[in-house]
């Protein structure tokens, strides 16, 4: 297999540097372009065109066009979901070239890029094909002498602004839905991230997707997504990322009234107790945090460990994280890759700073970068951590986890909402009863319990508190698509 760094693999995977707009691959009106940076070595890829205003102007005049006009609004429901499950068949067709281009540019190993990244998107449109011609309103009881039905109608053009971290499946997490409902798309992909993206919009065209219902404009957030978060012409807004961006996004939507929904960070507990199943949870502790390289926005990162099993288990802990595998993205056997960016790498170290400076807190393992070129760190366990220290409360999103120590389920509970944030959380206990009043008592948008990172495109996922709203996946992002139209009909 080709190395991270052997450059005439990355020329040849590298099709498309192009905006996508209104079905045709065209230059920045400004002819700007940025570079792509191979985290694996640091080194530029490639330049991809620079969509700011007058771009994001021209996708949403193309995305209006194509809702309104065209074949995309004739479309019946079920050949929408036909549409959908051509995209999903194209991707996995083109399994191998996506892991390969997606490793590349996010730095996540080549097994992970290939066994969950590439067919969690596909299955995410394959879900939502199912869904398109069920999209079912209903028959109301009203008094009088009165038909009452409802339609679930698009919501129009919306503008979807991605991280990262997951860059096809967030992209999957938020076409494969816009498409099912009616919706044409405005989608910014992340500017450290936008090599996948441009390749899904060839496999667009050749799913036959109508030209203008799937815009793809990569750029910064500051130029094109805010642009996108005040356009006029824009009727939503769906945002995952940082709380702080949420803020700016929600604000620039108020001026038109948009409709928003927000997947922010986490700082999630994953709270193991004396008479868990040991070796899993362990096992769950690592996958809850060095999964991704900590790059995940429900990461388990304050490791809640009851008192009568917290020193082993945390010995136990370190030292598997020891043997994490970490390097080169595209070596099958590499367990963990790259940070995604230069500037992610350093925020990361920065913590790991921050916690050795704490006095209470101890590196149980890692605490550095692994080699001198590339964005690699080492796994790096804290343990004495309290809730109360930096590196428990701010979200690092790198491979830095908190252990804590708790006395009893009450303490946990209080201890494990005590965050801003609220999107997901563990528990591994074998006493079932326990399990669930657990689950019933955290705040956050999803508990695991005896598992963590389990997720189902059928399944919702999203957050309380500053963690967001609105829930992606599932039927429950039907809603964040479609609005609801109640009509009435005089039967006297
Ligand atoms: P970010 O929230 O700034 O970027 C995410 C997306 O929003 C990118 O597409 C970016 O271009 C866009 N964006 C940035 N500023 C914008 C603006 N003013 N208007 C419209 N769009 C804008 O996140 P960033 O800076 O990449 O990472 C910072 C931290 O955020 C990370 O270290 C991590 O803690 C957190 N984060 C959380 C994610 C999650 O999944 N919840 C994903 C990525 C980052
Ligand atoms: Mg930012």
Redesign the pocket.
Known sequence: MATATAPGAVGELIRQRKLFIDGEFVDAQSGKTFGVINPGTGAEMCRVAEADKADIDAATKAARRAFESGPYPKMSNRDRGRMLSRIAALIMENREELARLESLDNGKPIGETMNVDIPASAATFEYYAGWADKLEGSVIPVDGNNLNYTRLEPVGVVGQ?????FPLLMLAWKIAPAICGGNTIVM?????TPLSALRFAELCAEAGVPPGVVNIVP????T???A??GHPDIDKVA????W???Q??MR?AAGTLKRISL????KSPNIVFDDADIPSAIAGAMGGIFFNAG???CAGSRLFVQSGIHKEFVQEFAHQANSIKVGDPLDETTQQGAQVSKE?FE?ILGYIDIGKNEDKAELACGGERVGDTGYFIRPTIFDGVTNDMRIARE???GPVVSAIDFADEEAVIAEGNKTMYGLAAGVWTKDIKKAHRVAHGLRAGTVWINTYNAFDAASPFGGFKYSGFGRENGKAALELYTQVKSIWVNMD
Do not use: D, H, R
Not at 239 to 242: A, I, Q
């Open positions: 602004i991605i991280p990262w971290n910014k992909p992340a500017e450290q750029g910064f957030g500051e094109a997504g805010a996108i978060s945002f995952t990322g940082e702080k961006t949420g700016i996004i620039a997947e922010l960070g986490g790059e995940v926005c992610q925020k979200e690092i999103f």
